[in-house]
């Protein structure tokens, strides 16, 4: 699908090995979602997992090593502009565009604050 400047747009994420100058893994969403623009990325500690904010609303949890799209979910009102991990890789935390954090259970994906 072309943009308003007439660019084709689509959300890949590609994971790249800097040192070895290697792609490693080519992380792309469903295609409904292939227009969003991706707004923040954070990898799991331990779980090889990376967890994308979208500009749709929706954060979406990738699989490293197969590429593969594993859940995605709606996590605010608006856009979502950043998430991170905690260390220890039990919570997530996203920001949004609508000015609202919320802390999430990575493995139940639970909201357990707003």
Do not use: Q
Not at 11 to 24: A, D, H, K, T
Not at 59 to 84: C, K, N, P
């Amino acid at each position: 699908m072309l943009d308003d400047r007439g660019w084709i747009r689509i959300s890949v994420i590609i994971i790249y090995n800097i040192p070895e100058s290697r792609i490693l893994s080519t992380l792309t969403c469903e295609p409904g979602a292939a227009n969003e623009s991706v707004n923040s990325l954070a990898s799991h500690p331990s779980n090889g997992t990376v967890i994308a904010g979208y500009s749709d609303k929706e954060i979406r949890i990738f699989d490293v090593s197969s590429g593969s799209l594993l859940h995605h979910m709606t996590t605010h009102i608006e856009a979502v502009t950043s998430v991170t991990i905690d260390p220890s890789g039990i919570y997530l935390a996203t920001v949004g565009h609508d000015c609202s954090l919320r802390i999430w259970n990575i493995e139940d994906k639970s909201c357990t604050r707003r």
